[in-house]
């Protein structure tokens, strides 16, 4: 859900509809409470926070998800470097 649509619902409240035993369709109002206002208000508040948290996560991963594979092909390069012979010189 989107989180302007979940602020203006807490905030003002919502309606669906039913039908009655006659299947006969009517509309039932769930008016705000002052907790589903508060509850509004602070995701209001908090929710260019997480957007940026979660922004900066992504970032994040994409760094390692670079830095892992620098790291792998790093290990290919050690991996096919012939090594020099390292043994002892014989008099």
């Known amino acids: ?12 409240g919502y309606g669906y509809e039913v039908n009655d035993e006659e299947m006969e369709p009517y509309q039932v ?12 208000n602070l995701l209001e508040k908090v929710l260019p926070q997480l957007e940026m948290c979660v922004e900066r996560i ?18 290919q390069l050690l991996v096919n470097t012939p090594q020099p012979n390292l043994e002892p010189i014989k008099e």
């Open 29 to 40: 109002s769930v008016p705000p409470t002052r907790y589903t206002i508060q509850a509004a």
């Open 1 to 12: 859900m989107d989180n302007r649509i979940l602020i203006n619902t807490l905030r003002n």
């Open 58 to 75: 992504n970032q994040l991963q994409q760094e390692l998800a670079d830095q892992v594979q620098e790291s792998e092909r790093l290990r």
